[in-house]
């Protein structure tokens, strides 16, 4: 009898050992902080969206040749991930990877120079979705096959991930704000929690997380923001807010073209030059738009690698409008007075991107002057060499002689331009006394 009820006991155990090894251990990923190390070492620090989809892919050979999870040869057929393939924590690192894959590649496209035409943008909400259903995936097998937590993060991303793809298709705007909110909401709580580096991360995200959710606020009509407020949003920096800028960077074009209609004109040293082409007009507004950045009163309190990106901004836009202007010339043909238009306002525009560039070169002087100075004071650090406040000094010189000639050509000369030829010549005499 004794015997029997041993039996039976041993029974039960190894019942429950099964049952056990059946249940398998919860796995544990650290999605946000897993996501953020290799998006900063691969590529998007620097906004290098195809570095980093490269890597993904990289990623994901590596991933499915040790998982021995390859799809064969021959035809391809793919192997569905479920809920009994995941046998340890690297299936879900698949899964991840896939989507992070699609989103990336939908956001290059997003970064095409001339944005993404209509086939590109069809091309691009694919790739979106496609995250959106690898993102899904992994929420569902994080909610069975992971602890709490990761359920959570994974839940957090899937949401981000939904909320991208419905701020892309600029539809359903309340059902984006919830995932927003949603994701926002993970986020606050995971902060509190963990260690610093992790509340840290998940801080970040709310707060690039945030002009998503104002942007869908303002678009339902529910804020009052202001376009203004929105700007100031965009200049803000991260992964997560890189969408938010193409979308407020497509709103901005929509409405310099509707407010380029009304920039007949170009003013300049008492010239008055026309802007028939629309490409022009829209490069020219934007550059001067620009310019009020730098040059309002709010201007003085920018950290000077602020003004830096501005002023290159600056340039890519002059640079622009100039080649609008060249290629209209080159397709003007025999028309006089169309030709001498076009080649007073191709001067125009270039003397004033001469200017900038010497007001872009005076900044980076004040700022290596900054640096002798504060080296003499302080020994460590990476040193700054004098050479670089010569060099700076040559180019201003090279520059306001350019500005100069470029002024002082043409037969008939306005008093206005001669007195601003004899500026850049005071200009040039002060540099060499520096």
Same mark, same amino acid.
């Given at each position: ?208 997380? /945030? ?222 006394? /520096?």
């Amino acid at each position: 009898m004794a015997k029997n009820s041993e039996t039976s006991a041993m029974e039960i155990d190894d019942k429950k050992s099964i049952n056990s090894d059946q249940i398998g251990p919860k796995f544990s990923i650290n999605v946000l902080q897993l996501l953020k190390s290799a998006q900063m070492q691969h590529g998007l620090r620097h906004g290098d969206y195809t570095r980093y989809r490269r890597y993904c892919t990289a990623r994901l050979r590596r991933l499915y040749k040790s998982l021995k999870f390859t799809h064969g040869r021959g035809k391809y057929t793919r192997k569905a991930i479920t809920e009994s393939t995941v046998t340890e924590v690297r299936f879900l690192h698949l899964v991840l990877y896939t989507a992070e894959r699609a989103w990336s590649h939908a956001m290059e496209k997003r970064q095409l120079p001339d944005g993404p035409n209509a086939r590109q943008r069809i091309y691009l909400i694919g790739r979106l979705r496609k995250a959106v259903k690898w993102a899904t995936l992994f929420s569902n097998l994080c909610a069975i096959k992971a602890d709490p937590r990761t359920s959570l993060e994974a839940e957090a991303y899937a949401s981000y991930m939904k909320g991208n793809l419905l701020f892309e298709q600029d539809q359903n705007w309340e059902t984006a704000l919830k995932n927003f909110k949603s994701a926002r909401a993970v986020y606050e709580e995971l902060g509190k929690y963990g260690d610093v580096e992790n509340q840290v991360l998940c801080r970040e995200r709310v707060e690039e997380l /945030e002009p998503s959710i104002r942007y869908c606020l303002h678009k339902i009509g529910e804020s009052n923001v202001k376009t203004s407020e929105l700007l100031q949003i965009g200049e803000m920096e991260g992964p997560a807010l890189d969408l938010f800028k193409s979308k407020l960077e497509a709103v901005m074009a929509e409405a310099r073209s509707q407010q380029a209609a009304s920039l007949t004109e170009f003013h300049w040293l008492g010239h008055r030059f026309p802007i028939s082409n629309a490409k022009t007009r829209v490069a020219i507004l934007k550059a001067q738009e620009l310019e009020k950045d730098l040059h309002v009163k709010a201007a003085d309190s920018l950290p000077a690698e602020k003004k830096l990106v501005i002023f290159d901004k600056i340039f890519t836009a002059y640079h622009e409008a100039r080649g609008c202007i060249r290629s209209d010339l080159a397709s003007a043909g025999n028309a006089e007075n169309v030709k001498d238009d076009l080649f007073g306002l191709d001067k125009a525009v270039s003397a004033v991107l001469g200017q900038r560039t010497i007001e872009r070169n005076q900044l980076l002087v004040s700022i290596v002057k900054g640096k002798l100075t504060k080296q003499r004071d302080d020994k460590t650090g990476k040193v700054t060499k004098p050479e670089e406040l010569v060099r700076l000094y040559d180019l201003l010189l090279q520059n306001t002689a350019d500005l100069s000639d470029l002024v002082s050509s043409g037969r008939e000369r306005k008093p206005e331009e001669v007195k601003f030829a004899e500026e850049c010549e005071l200009k040039s005499l002060a540099f060499r006394a /520096e």
